[in-house]
């Protein structure tokens, strides 16, 4: 048995060796290989499933609200779009998990593993016996040992059951003042008991006792980059653009994580307990293997550096370029020609630039006075870049991104988004920008200025007069401010003032700007009854520019019931089964070609389907993130991809909200008593008003990353798969 | 989290740029025929009249109940017409059921050609009045954009015109003279039935304004199940045809009625069962 697993282990790894990706054209992380049935189970089906097998060591009302509240929110975040199975890295983590549970064959059926494609330094175990691991640890994490020690960890939560010990402590404990500290205090005394009894696994395992606490170390300072290096002050420098020092921090940024940290209100321990507690247990231990990898050094850096470079997307699915940019920063240290990280940093200057333009940057980068370490000079300079400046500096890094990868469409598309971005800043005018280099104008400043001082000079000591010598410091120091280098920016677009290229994209959209002011112009200048009129023709066309949609990719529709406790998760989920099986019927009957990715048919559709449902889920995601702006798609590829497999590029994305609630008044119900008349005003009165819906729809071109419909009805009427078929029916009826 | 950011972004993006659905009625089905039960509670019209009791058959004697619930039924067709406007009409009958006089008064003629007549109160059992109405009501049904025509919500407005008649049955039995106690005897009884219900004449005819509030719940591809509230406003009742010196059931027995019809319709609910094609 010992042997088939060790075998089975090893194919796994050679599996993935042989798949490896080659990080020069990294590709995303996506799931792979058979789909588990995690993600294919019907979540009131497996409480129903635990509640009849009495699963759960609670009482029979407690438990149905446990298992609900567990099931529900770990299969939500399996369907979020960020959880992968069967990948390099989730084989990877179940290889290193089944080293420690080499003795425990029944806990390792018991258990499975997946990644979260996260930035978040973290790794946490369910009820149900999954353990998730996100990339943001493994990117932080030192070594395999490292990453064994966590898992234990994780494993120790498992088998104390400590998730259902927390639920019961919560339901069973007092409303009091102190109960916060009460909670923490219990929540604490689980992690001291997973630190100590993860020991153990890890020790078995064979791993360095060495190694165990510097994974300490990680956690304390997870919330810096994954890599420390010094960010040059000339790093974006180059033969057409010099940003002048002054732009960057003249100190260091300290970095003040300390271990004893007030952890009063916290769930953790403070790393210097868990240290003291974790040393304390370690003399228990006396066989201490000598393994810092098992698996190997290589193997692991290797999916370190995946994690890495998914920790890229992420940043920037999440807006946050700073960090998008710093990791590219140290990443291409040692992948210089990776074209992945050369397309990332194109969308991170360009949303930083769009952000920039929109003045909305500075809530996206730390406050100096919260900046630390070395990724602070970076920030410290994209918040010193006024819109202008960001613009411009974004705009010559596109454009040298481009030059070096003439070929690439993703990178071209960046570039044209990053034009019409410049084009639509009101305050940018190409006509002040030098034809010169910076460098450029600054010696010929200097050479002018100083054959002037030196003809001036030659005349001036001679006869000038008192005011014609203030005169005369008065005209130099105008000539320094020529030269000053805040006005670096207006030379970083010399070549581009002379492409032909640039120029006629430039201008062309500058025209379609020119031609909607003029629009705005002569709506204002239109009296009240013809506005109502234009109004009403542009309804009509805006409704007219969302038909003749026949196949579309129809992501599962969220649907969210109401009642007065919150959210009725059972009757959700199956309102979502009817909604997905209307938009199937609904579609046959009309002949559309609608693609449904959900959950509904995962089973039999698989992984490929599962992986498209990620990219789309992170598409909108990132819509979402960045509302403010037009987002140029991070998964472009992915989705045009989805878009030649699916033969359309129209996404609709639904979600119904239903509220069901019976408002009845105390006082008005025993007026209705009493005077039982009043009832028959005040009964159709809590009727009528008991059942809200609402039904949203966005249809988005994903080629163009453009909204091409969107609707939202609010009704007040009761809901079954009746009325939502009619809806559906109208929805397809109207875009068809 | 992230549901909720979704949800968020799908307010924001669709609040901007919203638009109801055009005039498309249930999977596209336009005309609506329904079949309702009106059932009420003559409470109010009870209250303005004391509570009278109504006499009710039993075996070969009355006996006196309180007014609790009366019925109709009503036929209706609706034809979506835009996205917020139906047009239909619709065909009810009610039974108007009211209690009668517990006592009347007789007058004889002593004489033919001349005024003088004996008057004398009749006392017995007097079964309930049964009026058997008929109404008819074009109509208009508005609805909100954002709604599907036939599901839901719908308020319907329309001017009716009803006509009731009494239904020919005698009602006194027992009859007795109030001062002797000496029973009538069946000719007379029979004459003072004929005479004090003048079935010829006794008609009630009115034109009224009707709001119903309507939900209709869809249990199928074309079938619903419809409730609500009605109410209605009399607008002019034909009182006229009861001034007869002859008969009892004069002003103020159809106003009775009249006030009973309109108490009755504040307070009536409507339950039944839609078809949708």
Known sequence: MKITRSLFGVLLLTSALYGQQDFNSFKNLRASGDIPSDFTARTFRQIDADMQNNEVDLKASKEKIFLEGVHYAINDLLHSGVVIYGDEVTMYVTSVAEKLLAKEEVLQKKLR?????????NAFSTYQGIIFVTTGLISQLSNEAELAYVLSHEIAHYTEEHVVETFDYKVNSKRSKDQIQALSKFSKENEFEADKLGIRLYNQAGYSKDQLMSTFDVLL???????????????LNNSLITIPEGFYPNRKFEITATEDADDSKSSHPNIKKRKEAVEKELENYKDWGNHVYIFGKDKFEYIRNLCRFESIRTDIVDAEFDDALYSIFVLEKQFPKSIYLQRMKAKAWLGYAQYAAKGNIKKKLPAVKEMEGEIASLQYLLRELNKNQALVVSMRMIEDIKKQNPDDKVIQGIWERMVKTLAAFEKFDLEKYSGKTYEVAYQEIMSVRKDTVQTKADTSTVNLSKYDKIKKQNSTSSETVIIDSSQFYLYA????????????????????????????????????????????RKEKEREQEGQGINSMVYLEPLVFSFTKKGVDRVKSEKLQIDYTNSILNIAADFNMNVSVLGRSNLDTKGTEAFNQRSVLMSYFSELVENEDIEVFPTDYDELLEIKSIYNTDKLVLSVLNHERNYDVRPGLLIVSIIFYPVSFAYV????????????????IDISKGELVKSENITSKESINKHTINARVYNFLKQIK | MRKNKLIL??????????????????????????????????????????????????????????????????????????????????FGIQKLDFANQGAYEQYVLLDSGSFNYDQYTIVGDFEKLEMQYHYFIPKFEFKSRSRIFGVGLSHQLGMGFGRGKLKEKNYGSNLRNADTGEMLTQAEADQFNARYYDYSRNEYKNMFLMYTLTIRNPISKSIFFNYGFRYKLNLFGGATDYQSFETQLETDDVGYIFRKDRANSFLQLNLGLSFIF
């Open chain 1, 113 to 121: 593993f997946y990644t979260i494609k996260s930035n978040e330094t």
């Open chain 1, 221 to 235: 300072y997870s919330y810096l980059p994954f890599e420390e290096l010094e960010y040059p002050k000339n790093h």
């Open chain 1, 684 to 699: 159709p009165a809590i009727l009528v008003n008991a059942n809200k819906v609402e039904f949203s729809y966005l249809v």
């Open chain 1, 493 to 536: 677009l010399s070549d581009l003032k002379s492409q032909k290229n640039f120029l006629d994209q430039y201008g062309k959209y500058k025209e379609e700007i020119a031609q909607k002011e003029k629009e705005r112009e002569e709506y204002q200048k239109l009296s009240p009854k013809q506005r109502k009129k234009f109004d009403k």
């Open chain 2, 9 to 90: 972004a799908l307010c924001i993006l669709s609040f901007t740029s919203s638009y109801g659905q055009k005039n498309n009625g249930y999977l596209g089905k336009k005309t609506i025929f329904d079949f309702n039960f009106g059932i009420y509670n003559p409470f109010l019209f009870n209250l303005q009249n004391d509570f009278r009791k109504m006499g009710v058959a039993k075996g070969s004697g009355v006996e006196y109940k309180s007014d609790k619930i009366d019925l109709n039924y009503n036929f209706s067709l609706t034809r979506s017409l835009s996205s917020k406007v139906s047009i239909g009409f619709e």
